[in-house]
T-cell receptor
Framework: GAGVSQSPSNKVTEKGKDVELRCDPI?????LYWYRQSLGQGLEFLIY????????KSGLPSDRFSAERTGGSVSTLTIQRTQQEDSAVYLC?????????????FGNGTRLTVT | GESVGLHLPTLSVQEGDNSIINCAYS??????FIWYKQESGKGPQFIID?????DKRQGQRVTVLLNKTVKHLSLQIAATQPGDSAVYFC????????????FGSGTRLLVRP
């Protein structure tokens, strides 16, 4: 079956530009997560969506980062005025139900390079 | 996703041998644990999970052991194959009301032919 789909797979942008990253979760999965993976570091939680509840944005590193989830399905992560330290792999994951009842399933990520 | 880090702990095993990857977790209230495998250029792939009310769970060629007394988790891979070469992450959920996974820093497994 189809897994979590992320686009683009690679993005190179100039410092100061805005970027949008897209995630299509597994159909029927109500929970959606964004994580960031920097070289030399583990996975860092960014944001969590569950159904129609207000998202948990506590992991977003600055107000340049925002995310939306439309219609309980597709999500976009937007980074405004990108900085070189934003360079990382941005991973999206979805889950069928509550964590603990079902695991997170990850996409292959978007590798963002800010020059 | 990129394989993480230039200074990951590395486990090197001979093809056909058994591998044991260890993880120390941080929080005694953690109630759910997952092992993920990450190959270069890909996202983390679910391997096996275990709830805190269990000590052991087996899958196909993999076994996860949980020792809550010392907050230790291990992943055993039987008859390790070249395709098992990857970075392995353990992750914990910090209690019944949490919905976040907290990831460890990863271990690189290299399988020698």
């Amino acid at each position: 079956g189809a897994g979590v789909s992320q686009s683009p797979s690679n993005k190179v942008t100039e410092k100061g530009k805005d970027v949008e990253l897209r995630c299509d979760p597994i159909s029927g999965h109500t929970a959606l997560y964004w994580y960031r993976q920097s070289l030399g570091q583990g996975l860092e939680f960014l944001i969590y969506f569950q159904g129609n509840s207000a998202p948990d944005k506590s992991g977003l590193p600055s107000d340049r980062f925002s995310a939306e989830r439309t219609g309980g399905s597709v999500s976009t992560l937007t980074i405004q005025r990108t900085q070189q330290e934003d360079s990382a792999v941005y991973l999206c994951a979805s889950s069928l139900g509550n964590l603990g009842d079902s695991p997170l399933h990850f996409g292959n990520g978007t590798r963002l390079t800010v020059t | 996703g990129e394989s993480v880090g230039l200074h990951l702990p590395t486990l090197s095993v001979q093809e056909g041998d058994n591998s044991i990857i260890n993880c120390a977790y941080s929080n005694s209230a953690s109630d759910y644990f997952i092992w993920y495998k990450q190959e270069s250029g890909k996202g983390p792939q679910f391997i096996i999970d275990i709830r805190s009310n269990m000590d052991k769970r087996q899958g196909q060629r993999v076994t996860v052991l949980l020792n809550k007394t010392v907050k230790h988790l291990s992943l055993q891979i039987a008859a390790t194959q070249p395709g098992d070469s990857a970075v392995y992450f353990c992750a914990e959920k910090l209690g019944s009301s949490s919905y976040k996974l907290i990831f460890g820093s990863g271990t690189r497994l290299l399988v020698r032919p």
